[in-house]
């Protein structure tokens, strides 16, 4: 068969793809041709003059070879290789270039297998493998131990990941009418749109059909927004027109994405990275469903799903509802919505005069507020705690709105009881959940202290099988029968969801109710073999209002389902600090510094509270603060290697430098593998102690697990100020290798580019990639502007620097 067959869809290689595949290309070329060291080499093109062809050229003395890569009957650039022992110069040349080819053609016919041949994007398969690959560079960056690198000041891998994922609104409709050649041309069409339109870090893909996808590193949610936004429109501005009928078509798409870790919850974390992936890329495609459910050409962010994306599927009898959203969406029992009709978000409109309108839209008018007790995989179950009107009930279709518990519309009604005969808990005889939250929302108002408890089958369906509310039932039963013995005071109890009970003790001490909870917790799990997780709340706590108590309760829950049996949970300094790791991960910072603050308020010895504020404050430039949130934690435990480390960077910020390396020199004695006090120790060392020096530090932290990834660029900046160009641009391509998105690499090559005089389109490509992953630095951006100029292209050039 002819090989050019194997290559006829279009895909060739560019100069990108070889800097992209230089190594996998340097260990194809050492297995023909053994070399000390090599480069690439891109000739820069001469204006007004034809470029003349790449030839071999063979230094005997320095051993110095030229070997032209040429492919498809273009010339790429050089491959030069130091050290070469050649025995026919005359001769061998021809045959270097015919293996040199059929490397490149190895490398090319991998590049077409990863291809989609329609659009020129990477396949599903190829974008999994990123994906994944994406996943598992960025898990040590979420450890908080001493080895993880949650350091901006050495940039590695990001700490997140964003997927995109865009589906093309009743594209099947275009298929069915006007045929698929046409809908094949309209996708190659918008592949080859949203494809140019995203920045050069991401990975585009085409998952199947009129399905794409992006892979943002560093995708902080905004910035997958924006790009979803920016992909929406031009999408919608592509024109369309049938050759044959003339018809101009309109064409749309829905877009959802989903950020990692942000979007998983504690058990997805404990799976593999190609589990991980999947589940991340499982959410992005509930968040387009989400989308195409609103109306179509929108973007929905899979985080805004449980706020404002559910809606009402069915209305069941005994006020009951069933709800779109469930357990792929996190949502939980106790949640609390309001419901609202679409139908009257229309807007209204007048004509004062010829010339002038007025406009507007109507408020949102919410029909009731419910509360979720039960949550399946995909969907959940409601009960209708309040109804606005009651002629203007809840129909299928209805929206949601995710709903705080100190907004409740049903604390306004608290007040006077609301039925003579109180609703009870048919299985428990235990109040339903309606009936006892206006119970406690009326006696806590007045009382000075008071203790809520919710206790919550460990059990959830899938342990269960197909009789999980038969056997929830009976066991709920007898937890709720044994509770009346344990309990010894009086208290309030209800059915707060289908597998939990919740407890409202007036006056009670929070500790004597404590030891209650955890005698009932046991007894269930020796007596019964039902597992129970509790979590109590009690007021006064802090500042906290009476009608935050009930929240602080839930948070107490969430630390319980972390710990190992029994699974009680006092909420306190832990539990806030676990909120606040939450708000951290999520992206407010300034959220989790309130969170760990009131967390040391609690207990000012919580040395993983005081730690993390400490890494808050550095975050937000606050280098003094943070300073003196490590200095305390070393007093209460001063070996502590996190504190220690995390005080050196703290110091380096402020400009003290000796402060700074004692501090990583005694994280040494403590743990001499510790990777990233190295790389600070190289740091310093390249400022005061010389070049030498820091290269130790540097070369020594590489050998170490993880530090080949971490020290490739600093040693390359070391070769860089030698003026040892080719070992700083093979140090360089080897960073690279290890982080493909390591701006400061891409940053620094790009200049080794422009300063050797090679092609600057090289430089151009290198330089927006990185100015992209950290548009905060501007030396990236005046590199991009440097590569432009040298191509003549000024005006560019001057936007560009209009920026900075």
């Known amino acids: 068969m002819n090989k050019d067959s194997l290559f006829k869809d279009g895909i060739c290689l560019t100069p990108q793809d070889l800097i992209r595949y230089e190594h996998t290309l340097k260990d194809l070329i050492y297995d023909f041709l053994p070399f000390d060291s090599y480069s690439l080499y891109f000739p820069k093109p001469v204006a007004g003059k034809a470029q003349q062809p790449l030839v071999t050229r063979y230094n005997l003395e320095e051993k110095h070879l030229m070997l032209p890569l040429k492919l498809q009957g273009r010339d790429l650039c050089y491959f030069i290789a130091r050290g070469v022992n050649i025995k026919a110069p005359k001769t061998a040349p021809q045959y270097l270039e015919a293996l040199a080819t059929s490397a490149l053609e190895k490398i090319l016919l991998y590049k077409t297998s990863i291809t989609d041949s329609l659009t020129g994007m990477a396949t599903r398969e190829h974008f999994m493998v990123k994906l994944v690959k994406e996943l598992d560079l960025i898990q040590n960056c979420m450890m908080p131990a001493p080895g993880g690198c949650k350091d901006p000041g050495i940039p590695t891998f990001s700490g997140s990941v964003g997927v995109v994922v865009l589906d093309l609104d009743n594209f099947q409709r275009i298929n069915d009418r006007y045929g698929y050649t046409l809908g094949d041309s ?49 999408v919608e501005r592509i024109p369309v027109e049938d050759p044959v009928t003339g018809d101009i078509l309109k064409i749309s798409t829905s877009a959802g994405f989903a950020n990692y870790p942000q979007s998983l919850s504690g058990p997805h974390f404990k799976r593999s990275a190609t589990e991980q992936g999947r589940i991340l890329m499982r959410k992005a495609a509930k968040a387009v469903a989400t989308a195409k459910d609103s109306g179509r050409n929108c973007v929905f962010a899979y985080s805004d799903i449980l706020q404002k994306g559910g809606k009402v599927l069915e209305v069941l009898p005994l006020q009951r509802l069933a709800l779109s959203i469930g357990q792929s969406v996190d949502t939980r029992e106790g949640g609390r919505f309001l419901v609202w009709s679409p139908d009257f978000q229309s807007g209204a409109q007048a004509k004062l005069t010829e010339d002038e309108r007025i406009s507007g839209t109507y408020p949102t008018m919410y029909k009731a507020e419910v509360v979720v007790i039960e949550v399946q995989e995909e969907i959940a179950f409601a009960e209708i705690l309040h109804l606005s009107d009651t002629a203007w009930p809840v129909t299928a279709g209805d929206r949601l709105t995710l709903l705080d518990e100190k907004d409740s519309f049903f604390d306004a009604q608290a007040g006077p009881e609301s039925s003579a005969t109180p609703q009870r808990d048919i299985v428990t005889g235990l109040f339903r959940y309606k009936e006892f939250i206006g119970r406690y929302s009326r006696l806590r108002q007045n009382m000075d202290n008071f203790s809520v408890a919710v206790l919550r089958l460990a059990a959830g369906p899938a342990d269960q099988g197909g009789n999980f509310q038969k056997l929830t039932d009976a066991e709920v039963q007898k937890v709720a029968s044994r509770a009346e013995n344990v309990f010894e005071v009086s208290h309030t109890g209800g ?30 799990e020796t007596d019964f073999d039902i597992g129970l997780s509790a979590g109590l709340a009690s007021f006064p706590f802090l500042n906290y209002r009476r009608s935050e108590i009930l929240d602080n309760c839930r948070k107490g829950l969430d630390h319980a389902m972390m710990m190992e049996k029994p699974m009680v949970a006092q909420f306190d300094s832990v539990s806030l600090n676990i909120a606040a790791d939450r708000l951290y991960v999520d992206g407010d910072i300034y959220g989790a510094v309130e969170e760990f603050r009131l967390a040391l308020l609690a207990d000012p010895d919580n040395i993983l509270a005081r730690n993390s504020l400490g890494i808050c404050y550095a975050q937000l430039g606050k280098p003094e603060q943070a300073r003196k949130q490590f200095e305390q934690v070393l007093e209460i435990t001063p070996s502590n290697i996190m504190a220690l480390y995390n005080l050196g960077w703290a110091c380096q910020m402020l400009g003290n430098r000796e402060t700074a390396r004692d501090a990583y020199e005694r994280c040494l004695e403590l743990e001499p593998g510790n990777v990233f006090s190295l790389v600070r120790l190289g740091v310093l060392a390249e400022q005061d102690l010389g070049l030498d020096e820091a290269e130790q530090f540097y070369l020594k932290a590489s050998e170490l697990k993880g530090g080949d990834s971490l020290t490739m660029r600093h040693l390359a900046r070391i070769a860089y100020a030698r003026q040892d160009m080719e070992k700083a641009r093979e140090y360089l391509h080897l960073a690279l290798n290890a982080n493909h998105n390591d701006a400061y690499a891409m940053n620094l090559l790009a200049r080794l580019y422009l300063e050797s005089g090679e092609d600057p389109q090289i430089a151009e490509v290198l330089a927006r990639q990185s100015a992209a992953l950290k548009p905060g630095k501007e030396e990236f951006w005046e590199t991009l502007a440097m590569a432009l100029e040298v191509q003549g292209k000024n005006t560019e050039a001057e936007q560009v620097r209009s920026r900075l």
Do not use: H, T, W
């Open 186 to 234: 309209i996708v190659a069409e918008v592949g080859k749109a949203v494809s140019e339109a995203a920045f050069e870090s991401v990975v585009c893909a085409r998952l199947f059909e009129d399905k794409f996808a992006f892979l943002i590193p560093d995708g902080r949610p905004k910035v997958c927004a924006q790009l979803a936004e920016k992909m929406r429109l031009i």
């Open 495 to 524: 059915r707060y969801s289908l597998n939990s009970l919740i407890y409202f003790f007036p006056k009670q001490d929070s500790d004597f109710v404590m030891e209650m909870i955890l005698k009932l917790v046991r007894e269930c």
